[in-house]
């Protein structure tokens, strides 16, 4: 199985800054079936990014993805006060379907 | 619009069964699978399975093989998951998820908790 590790765990930083969110897998995700989602408190999950870096249906474009083979990172250009909640990264390439442990985003 | 509504919350004895549903709605039902994530308390999202709406193939992950099983009924539109064996541990947010690949969107997410 893919193991999916994310790093920091929390990120703490002002609105109008740039955030990085890395996600590490364990081993190669083929084809880069690699998406992103946010989730806050008491909600599901929405999907940010497909395919590493083509962003869904109404995702603003301050949030991109990079990357392929085992490191993959989201970007927040510049951070709005809704974007502070958690992000996980899931890879969709091989059976089973895996998600890291999240990165918590919060206003410092 | 794309939508999937679950059933409501449960409560359950250890050793119980129990049986989520999920009404999707918005798009044709058989063109996509489900799936279904559980997400128990400070703990990551763990997939547990899915199926292809139309013709009804399943994929469970190992770790829940033998104790999950995944149905739909095109008739309604729906989607459900059968969890068996319940312990504590399986005290969590069930969710369930349009896909192909990636999940988009998630229903709204259904507690269970098992306690005796």
């Known amino acids: 199985e893919i193991v999916l590790t994310q790093s920091p765990g929390t990120l703490s930083l002002s609105p109008g800054e740039r955030a990085t969110l890395s996600c590490r897998a364990s081993?190669?995700?083929?084809?880069?079936?690699l998406a992103w989602y946010q989730q806050k408190p008491g909600q599901a999950p929405r999907l940010l990014i497909s395919?590493?870096?083509s962003r869904a249906t109404g995702i603003p474009d301050r949030f991109s993805g990079s990357g392929s083979g085992t490191d993959f990172t989201l970007t927040i250009s510049r951070l709005e006060p809704e974007d502070f909640a958690v992000y996980y990264c899931?890879?969709?390439?091989?059976?089973?379907?895996?998600f890291g442990q999240g990165t918590r985003l919060e206003i410092k | 619009q794309v939508q999937l509504v679950q059933s409501g919350a449960e409560v359950r004895k250890p050793g119980a069964s129990v049986k989520v549903s999920c009404k999707a709605s918005?798009?044709?039902?058989?063109?996509?699978?489900i799936h279904w994530v559980r997400q128990a308390p400070g703990q990551r999202l763990e997939w547990m399975g899915w199926i292809h709406a139309g013709i009804g193939d399943t994929k469970y992950s190992q770790k829940f093989q033998g104790r999950v099983t995944i149905t739909r009924d095109t008739s309604t539109s729906t989607a459900y998951m059968d969890l068996s064996g319940l312990r504590s541990e399986d005290t969590a947010v069930y969710y369930c998820a349009r896909g192909g690949n990636y999940f988009d969107p998630w229903g709204q997410g259904t507690l269970v908790t098992v306690s005796s």
């Open positions: 395919g590493a870096s």
């Open positions: 918005g798009y044709t039902f058989t063109t996509y699978a």
């Open positions: 081993q190669s995700v083929s084809s880069s079936y």
């Open positions: 899931q890879q969709y390439g091989s059976s089973p379907i895996t």
